[in-house]
C-alpha cells in the first residue's frame, strides 16, 4: 500500500466483505420465509464456523506468539466482557428470534425494542470487526477469515430479519438498520488495521486472543442457542460440518 490512507480504505474493503453476509442475510430475512428449522439449520454452520474461526484461525496465532498464559487470559477476558455486555441489553436479549419459534416484540407492544435489537446486534459485530482489522496485519487479505465471517453473517441477520418482518418492523427500517451494522463493521476494521499497527508481536497476539475469546461468546449466547432451539435433528453435524469447512477453506487458500 502506498500510504497508510490507501492501507486504510484496503482494510475497509475486507471489512466490507466480510459484512456483505449481513446485508445477503437481510435480504433474504425479508424476500423469502423460510421456516425457523432452516434458518437454525444455516445458524448451526455458521456457528460451528465462527468458532473454527476463533479457535484454528485467531487463538492458534496468538498461542505461537503469545504462549499459553497470555493467550487464556485473553481469551477468558474477552468472552467476559462480551458476556457482561450482552447480559445488560436485556431487551434485546431475543434480537435473532426468527418470529416463529420465539416472535420479536413490535415497536407498539415495546417501544424502544427496535434500537435495542440494533445495539445488540452491533455489539455482536464488533469483536469480528477488531479480529479481522488485527489479523490484516501484516497486510495480509485473510481471506480464509473473512469468508468465515461473511458466511457466519448470514444466517445471523437472515433470523434477525425474518424476526423484524414478523413484527411488523418496515422492510426501509430493517435494510437501514442492516446497512447501518455492515458499514459500521467495515469501519471498525478499518479503525483497528489502522490504529493497532504499532503494537508489537505480544500485544497484536494477545489482542487476537481476547478477541477468540469475544468471538465464542457470541457464538454460545447468541448462535448456538437458536440454532438447537426447534432445530433440526443432526444440529450438531451441521456445526462441525461449519468448523471443518474453514479448516477446508484456510487450506485451499495457501
Known amino acids: ?12 474493503g475486507w471489512g466490507m466483505a466480510a459484512a456483505s453476509g449481513v446485508l445477503v442475510g437481510a435480504i433474504l430475512g425479508l424476500m423469502t420465509r423460510l421456516p425457523h428449522r432452516a434458518i437454525a439449520a444455516m445458524m448451526s454452520l455458521g456457528a460451528g464456523l465462527m468458532l473454527s474461526a476463533a479457535s484454528v484461525k485467531v487463538a492458534t496465532e496468538a498461542l505461537v506468539v503469545a504462549g499459553v498464559a497470555s493467550t487464556v487470559a485473553g481469551i477468558v477476558l474477552g468472552g467476559a466482557i462480551f458476556s457482561i455486555a450482552n447480559a445488560a441489553l436485556v431487551g434485546a436479549r431475543d434480537r435473532k428470534r426468527c418470529g416463529e419459534c ?3 416484540p413490535s415497536e407498539s407492544d ?20 477488531m479480529v479481522l482489522g488485527v489479523a490484516l496485519r501484516p497486510m495480509e487479505s485473510g481471506f480464509a477469515l473473512v469468508v468465515a465471517i461473511a458466511l457466519a453473517n448470514v444466517p445471523e441477520a437472515l433470523s434477525g430479519a425474518s424476526g423484524m418482518r414478523l413484527a411488523s418492523r418496515s422492510r426501509t427500517y430493517v435494510l437501514s438498520l442492516w446497512s447501518a451494522i455492515a458499514v459500521g463493521s467495515a469501519t471498525t476494521t478499518a479503525l483497528a488495521f489502522h490504529f493497532l499497527a504499532d503494537l508489537g508481536p505480544d500485544a497484536t497476539a494477545m489482542l487476537k486472543a481476547y478477541g477468540a ?7 454460545a449466547e447468541t448462535m448456538i442457542p437458536e440454532a438447537f ?6 444440529s450438531g453435524v451441521l456445526a462441525a ?14
Open 102 to 104: 420465539k416472535p420479536q
Open 110 to 129: 415495546a417501544p424502544g425494542s427496535g434500537g435495542a435489537i440494533a445495539v445488540g446486534t452491533a455489539i455482536d459485530a464488533l469483536p469480528e470487526a
Open 229 to 234: 432451539h426447534n432445530g433440526p435433528r443432526f
Open 1 to 12: 500500500m502506498p500510504d497508510a490512507f490507501m492501507g486504510v480504505v484496503w482494510a475497509f
Open 213 to 219: 475469546g469475544a468471538l465464542i461468546a457470541v457464538a
Open 241 to 254: 460440518a461449519g468448523f471443518a469447512a474453514l479448516i477446508l477453506l484456510a487450506d485451499i487458500a495457501r
